[in-house]
Structure formats: C-alpha cells, structure tokens
C-alpha cells in the first residue's frame, strides 16, 4: 500500500463546479503539501501545513482551499473550477525541516 | 522571494556516459537541498539530498556538488541506464520545500 494517497488519480470537471482533492498519509509526518505540476512549469507550492491547526499559503495559493482534517489527512478544494486549473496536483508529506518529502501519485484534473 | 532553477530544459546523453544536471537558487536561507526523480505517470521520488554545511555527498551512482559561493548544485549520475530516464528536479528547503521546474534527461542508445 503507498504511504502517500490521492484520490481520485483523475478527474474531469466542468467549470465553475466545486471539487475536492484528497490526501491521506500513513507515514505518521507532521507536515502535509500540496503541489500543482504544469508541463515546463515544475511543481509549484499551493498551500503547506505543519500540523492540525497550521495552515499556510504557498506561491499559488490564489483559487484553492485546503482543510487539515487529522494529521494524516489533508485535501485541496477548487471551489469554482476554471480551465487554467487544469493540471497535475501532487500531495506530499514530510516530518521535519531538513529531511524529504514523500509524494503521493499524483491527481490528474481537467476543467473543461 | 526565493527561487530554484534548472539551467536546461533537455539534456541527451549517451548510455553509459555520466549526466551533470545542474540547478541554481537565490534563498540564502535554505540549508537543505534534495533531489528528485520523476518518471512518466509517476509522483517526484527522491535520490539524494545534502545539508548546506557540506559540499558534496554520494550515493550509489549518483553525487551531489553544493557551491554556496554561486548558490548552484549539480546532480552527477555514473554510467548513465536507459532507467535513468525521467524529469530531474532540485529543491530548496527552509520551512517549505520549493522546487526548479526540471530537466528532462534522454538517454541515447
């Protein structure tokens, strides 16, 4: 079984509907991210947490809401999905400063 | 603010030679630095990382240069396998972990 789950791994949606991306960890990690990964772009942060009542924006944070339900459960909202949002969104979890990050497989969405 | 860049999109190289991969960032701040792999349809993984009071770590096949001086990291790999295919991203770590936006590294037969 992966340490780190996204569900779904894809997903077609129409604009202006609200989506939920979800993530749940079973490495025990403290620190929890969410990831968007556009060709040429590279992954760019969208919103981190270090614990249960941590939230913290990332460089793209603009659009999307996350909730920290428990330690090992993080998702990402869209709550009015627009094409340019459509993407590869990463989830990813690490215990500390100074040591990796582990990374989900990744969810594949598409607004039309 | 901080970024972390690759200096090419594209690198080919011929199976079995060695792969320099190279990465720049402009955080000071960062004290840690990772690389990762990410094969097609797969999330990022990691190889190798290094703290920034060192200046070169290895692993098995593949060696990370640190420069703080430039503010540049390289990622070597030896003996370059078809398997060896895939995007390579460096990152910086503080508090959060920002990532370059890749090479593609090709691996000609």
């Known amino acids: 079984d992966a340490d780190v789950t996204q569900t779904p791994r894809n997903r077609i949606t129409k604009t202006g509907k609200r989506i939920m991306l979800e993530c749940s960890q079973t490495k025990g990690h403290d620190r929890m991210y969410w990831y968007r990964q556009d060709p040429g772009l590279g992954l760019r942060l969208i919103y981190y947490?270090?614990?249960?009542?941590?939230?913290n924006k990332g460089e793209i944070s603009d659009g999307y809401s996350v909730s920290r339900q428990a330690q090992a459960k993080f998702s990402l909202s869209l709550e009015s999905a627009i094409p340019n949002q459509t993407a590869l969104y990463f989830c990813a979890t690490s215990d500390g400063i100074g040591t990796e990050a582990f990374f989900g497989q990744g969810t594949r969405l598409t607004v039309v | 603010g901080e970024s972390v860049g690759l200096h090419l999109p594209t690198l080919s190289v011929q199976e079995g030679d060695n792969s320099i991969i190279n990465c720049a960032y402009s955080?000071?701040?960062?004290?840690?630095f990772i690389w990762y792999k990410q094969e097609s349809g797969k999330g990022p993984q990691f190889i190798i990382d290094?703290?920034?009071?060192?200046d070169k770590r290895q692993g098995q096949r593949v060696t990370v240069l640190l420069n703080k001086t430039v503010k540049h990291l390289s990622l070597q790999i030896a003996a370059t396998q078809p398997g060896d295919s895939a995007v390579y991203f460096c990152?910086?770590?503080?508090?959060?972990?920002?990532f370059g936006k890749g090479t593609r590294l090709h691996i000609l037969p």
């Open positions: 947490s270090f614990d249960v009542k941590d939230i």
């Open positions: 290094i703290r920034s009071n060192m």
């Open positions: 955080n000071s701040a960062s004290d840690y």
């Open positions: 990152a910086g770590r503080d508090d959060k972990i920002i």
